[in-house]
């Protein structure tokens, strides 16, 4: 039989191995020898007084039942994450088989319903729900946007070519500030469409304590040749952050695969992970470089003027707070209540063989099942909703003249803003998934009641 679970594979396969293990005990043994030895007392009690010897039969038939086929057969349950296919140790052997069959049953179920949902709210593969999770493609889009160089070499080579180069030409007004800010490839016009001056030299970094005097120029073409492998090692590095589980490559395409896609699904355009990864690391190593280079020098005009375009990332530091903790505890939530459901099997069993009230207790044990049941296609609907209002409001916060609406200096700012706020936003919203499907429960509920 087959779990399905979108993420936190590992708690519940730690949690049916402990239900596997606690059922084995004789201490529990003890448990259901207390609860059938007080429902036979309780039972007796009663038909004392009424003389209705079938109160007494109805409670050991069903009793027996009950223990026969949810306890006694034991089988083996193999837990598939959606997340995390490699999960290992995802085999779990002697767990009760009516945990196994209820778990079973209502997890592929939803998992169909879930899968045929999101079929119909199509979206790139990367951006989908059970592919990667609530909103990931919001999430990793906003993250790149505050992306930073992770060779240390590379960084002050880099950081010194602005500070050195693309900062005095700003001074010397061989471009402007508007049209650095509105590029969409930040790169190219510093080194390219504005080739740095050749007559201007600074210290570049070759080895461990080594250096050597270059001109700008000849620093530009070398730098240029490190780019792919380091947007390559962020992507790898932010991988393995988001995904432990995946190997460094395939971390490494997660992010870039996921990066396309995102982009085009954002903004309306194809652009490759790689530029992006460059155009925001370079983004904020500009900002640093030229605010640091420019409070040495004293050169205020030249700050006033540059602050512009990064105004708004001091007013989105408390929403991104507020992102942060919505993305890191949203996808948690569905994960503990699924797995505090399969860990009270053995806790309410003995109580499942109590007359009256035992078989009641068991409706509504499956019926919060069937509540875990709903979680998935809520989860894709809200997931769409939130995903759409990405997209539309991203285009408006990456607009420029210049570039349309491409990640630029005077945009970045507002991309990650918006994308926090959805982020947060989103962490509201999944506080009705519950709510939601518990109404679908008490459906459930009042159709057993009939039974």
Not at 53 to 78: A, D, E, G, S
Request: glycine residues 10%.
């Amino acid at each position: 039989m087959e779990v399905v679970t979108y993420g936190g594979g590992e708690f519940v396969r730690d949690i049916l191995n402990g239900v596997a293990a606690l059922v084995g005990l004789g201490s529990f043994g003890s448990a259901i020898r207390l609860s059938l030895l007080l429902g036979l007392l309780f039972v007796l009690f009663q038909t004392a007084f009424n003389f209705n010897f079938w109160t007494t039969i109805r409670w050991f038939v069903t009793t027996l039942i009950i223990y026969l086929c949810l306890m006694v057969p034991k089988t083996t349950v193999t837990v598939v994450d959606r997340f995390d296919p490699a999960l290992p140790g995802a085999t779990v052997a002697n767990v009760p088989l009516g945990l196994a069959a209820i778990a079973s049953f209502t997890t592929t179920v939803g998992d169909e319903f879930t899968e045929q949902t999101e079929t119909a709210f199509s979206l790139p593969n990367d951006l989908e729900y059970q592919e990667n999770g609530f909103i990931f493609g919001s999430k990793i889009f906003k993250d790149a946007m505050s992306f930073q160089v992770t060779d240390a070499t590379f960084g002050e080579n880099l950081s010194g070519f602005i500070r050195t180069c693309v900062f005095y030409d700003l001074l010397e007004h061989r471009y402007s500030v508007t049209d650095m800010r509105e590029t969409d490839d930040l790169w190219a016009f510093i080194t390219t469409v504005n080739p740095p001056n050749p007559a201007r030299f600074y210290e570049y970094v070759t080895g461990a304590g080594t250096t050597e005097v270059r001109s700008c120029d000849v620093a530009a073409t070398q730098l240029d040749a490190l780019w792919t492998v380091e947007t390559n090692r962020i992507a790898q590095i932010y991988g393995k952050q988001i995904s432990p589980g995946l190997s460094d490559a395939a971390a490494q395409a997660l992010v870039l695969n996921s990066l396309t896609e995102a982009h085009d699904f954002f903004l309306g355009s194809a652009r490759a992970a790689s530029d992006q990864i460059r155009q925001a690391t370079l983004g904020n190593l500009v900002d640093k470089s030229v605010r640091d280079q420019g409070a040495e020098l004293g050169a205020d005009a030249l700050l006033d003027a540059y602050s512009q375009a990064r105004t708004e990332a001091e007013q989105g530091r408390a929403i991104r707070e507020g992102a942060r903790l919505a993305e890191r505890w949203v996808p948690l939530f569905r994960t503990v209540a699924e797995v505090l459901f399969y860990g009270l099997f053995p806790v309410l069993f003995p109580l499942f063989l109590l007359p009256e009230t035992g078989f009641r207790l068991l409706r509504g044990y499956v019926s919060g099942f069937v509540v875990l049941m709903a979680w998935g296609p809520l989860y894709v609907i809200l997931h769409r909703i939130m995903m759409g209002t990405a997209g539309s409001r991203s285009l408006g916060a990456a607009y420029t003249p210049t570039s349309g609406e491409e990640i630029t200096l005077v945009t970045q700012a507002g991309i990650e803003a918006v994308h926090a706020d959805i982020a947060m936003i989103a962490g509201y919203m999944t506080l009705m998934i519950p709510f939601m499907a518990g109404a679908i429960g008490r459906g459930a509920g009042v159709a057993y009641s009939g039974l």
